[in-house]
């Protein structure tokens, strides 16, 4: 139990392009995702808080309109990252963490997306 | 400011040594320390939760455990399938909707 998919793996686009990522809670429902961006052989970072049905809470540093954040149910947030260019190129990961069971249950992530900006 | 510290950076070992990854955290108010390990172009994959001082947690090959300032992972006689980045995490009380603070993580070769 607990998967979270993620799509798509790897995408390569030119500058100026928008793009969009989803993350699905596929056997369980997800009040709260995070997005994290990951930096080669550094840990994650977490850029935002994806509640449903409500504006995503941003990390210090984390340009709200240039990372838009839909949580539109409660087992799909999508990132969208508008107008890219070569220094968005990263590894972007989301997780969901399954509310329904006791005590503190544990973020489960996707696969993540290799983002490549020509 | 939480802060979680991850040692060593890397650890090499050869196909039976056993060994261990150090986790230490500065938090205000511990509700949860959790290990991932996470291999390469994929997302960390979930391994334990420990939640109080004296707790451990037990998986195949790995042992976890903590304490007021730190969590060990015991990896006994390993196989070279256990060669990943296994990262630590920490869920403060003071934050909300469980988010997490993550180490730099510690980079496992297992030599056969």
């Known amino acids: 139990g607990a998967v979270v998919s993620q799509h798509p793996s790897r995408v390569i686009c030119k500058s100026g392009t928008s793009v969009k990522i989803e993350c699905r809670s596929l056997?369980?429902?997800?009040?709260?995702m995070f997005w994290y961006r990951q930096f080669p052989k550094q840990s994650l970072m977490l850029m935002a808080t994806?509640?449903?049905?409500?504006?995503?809470?941003?990390e210090q540093g984390v340009e709200k309109d240039k990372f838009l954040i839909n949580h539109a149910s409660l087992t799909l947030s999508t990132l969208t990252v508008t107008s890219a260019h070569p220094e968005d190129s990263s590894f972007y990961i989301c997780?969901?963490?399954?509310?329904?069971?006791?005590?503190?249950?544990?973020?489960?992530f996707g696969d993540g997306t290799r983002l490549s900006i020509l | 400011e939480d802060q979680v510290t991850q040692s060593p950076e890397a650890l090499r070992l050869q196909e039976g040594e056993s060994s261990s990854l150090n986790c230490s955290y500065t938090?205000?108010?511990?509700?949860?320390l959790f290990w991932y390990r996470q291999d390469p172009g994929k997302g960390p994959e979930f391994l334990f939760t420990?939640?109080?001082a004296g707790e451990e947690k037990e998986k195949e090959r790995l042992k976890a455990t903590l304490t007021k300032k730190e969590s060990f992972l015991h990896i006994t006689a390993p196989k070279p399938e256990d060669s990943a980045t296994y990262l630590c995490?920490?869920?403060?009380?003071?934050?909300?909707?469980?988010?997490?603070?993550f180490g730099q993580g510690t980079i496992l070769t297992v030599h056969p």
């Open positions: 994806s509640n449903e049905g409500s504006k995503a809470t941003y």
């Open positions: 995490a920490v869920h403060a009380g003071g934050t909300s909707y469980g988010k997490l603070t």
């Open positions: 938090v205000s108010g511990l509700r949860g």
């Open positions: 056997d369980f429902q997800a009040t709260t």
């Open positions: 420990l939640y109080s």
């Open positions: 997780s969901a963490r399954d509310y329904s069971g006791s005590g503190n249950q544990p973020q489960h």
